[in-house]
């Protein structure tokens, strides 16, 4: 009975050329990450998550074709982040980091809800407030969510 390097190594060798380009895409999701991400993290208003509802955005009030382009390309980013965060969960890189941004950046239903409830996190909390204390950013305010009784 083979070990399990042994196993690995004979899959590796039978994956051939499709398996190296885990590597260069490891380390540009890395790359990314240690530069957007925390961006992204001291754009988040300080207030952004002591609401009841999701606060209104600047783009509302624009042209509706500037606001459909703006939309379109920052759901796109999102899920692009969503997808790089995945794939940081077993590769290098900040992947939760990088989940929770791209979770922040799409448009979906419940989403500020799930937001809060992330954020409210005491290790997420921690790591987007050191980000933002590293970048001379005030601490994000969180407001609890009460639950309803069932």
């Known amino acids: ?6 196993v690995t190594m004979e899959w590796i060798g039978a994956m051939g ?7 260069p895409l490891s380390l540009a999701t890395f790359l990314v990450s240690l530069l957007l991400v925390p961006v992204l993290v001291v754009r988040i208003p300080r207030d952004y998550f002591t609401h009841a ?3 209104g955005t600047l783009w509302r009030h624009r042209h509706p ?7 379109a390309a920052k759901n ?8 790089i965060g995945m794939a940081m969960l077993v590769l290098p890189g900040q992947g939760l980091l ?3 941004l791209g979770l922040v950046l799409i ?3 419940g989403k500020y809800r799930l937001e809060r409830w992330l954020v409210g996190k005491r290790p997420v909390l921690r790591s987007l407030n050191w980000l ?3 970048a001379g950013h005030p601490a994000l305010r969180v407001r609890r969510i009460k639950r309803p009784l069932r």
């Open 1 to 6: 009975m083979e070990d399990g390097a042994t």
């Open 17 to 23: 050329v499709r398996f190296w380009w885990l590597a």
């Open 53 to 55: 509802e999701r606060p």
């Open 65 to 71: 074709l500037l606001r459909f382009s703006f939309l």
């Open 76 to 83: 796109l980013l999102g899920v692009f982040l969503l997808l």
């Open 98 to 100: 990088t989940l929770f």
């Open 107 to 109: 448009d979906i239903r």
């Open 132 to 134: 933002r204390r590293r």
